[in-house]
């Protein structure tokens, strides 16, 4: 019987480190890009949960978005994950930052579940 809620015990502990994991926010980056190219962020999605991101605020004197996409996982699973795609330029010199939103986008007043920033130096 001990063992049993020691196995138990282990099961949930490591199903909760799982679920805190998801949590966690893309580490902040910095990138560099010369004028005129183009470049992707790419975060993990899942559009079945009603969460996405979303561009939250941009420097758009130093960098410009060009395009956004979702490219699903090869899996057939329902409920699949994959991943958001989002495309950049870099359009003039200069250091710009980029901050993504995870949320769901007809709670209105709600604090983003998470959020990734990046840092663009434009050469």
């Not at 990138?31 to 991101?53: C, H, K, Q, Y």
């Not at 395009?67 to 958001?84: F, M, V």
């Not at 359009?91 to 901050?99: E, L, P, S, W």
């Amino acid at each position: 019987m001990r063992m049993r809620w020691t196995v138990l015990s282990l099961v949930l502990l490591v199903f909760l480190s799982a679920c805190a994991a998801q949590k966690r926010a893309p580490a902040p980056a910095s990138m560099t890009v010369a004028a005129g190219e183009e470049f992707d962020i790419r975060l993990p999605a899942n559009p079945s949960t009603g969460f996405r991101w979303q561009v939250g605020s941009i420097d758009d004197k130093v960098v410009r978005l060009v395009d956004t996409r979702y490219e699903p996982t090869a899996s057939d699973a329902l409920g699949a994950g994959g991943t958001d795609v989002f495309s950049f330029v870099g359009v003039a010199k200069g250091r710009g930052d980029i901050k993504l939103v995870f949320l769901r986008p007809w709670e209105k007043g709600v604090a983003p579940a998470r959020t990734a920033e990046y840092s663009v130096d434009v050469l």
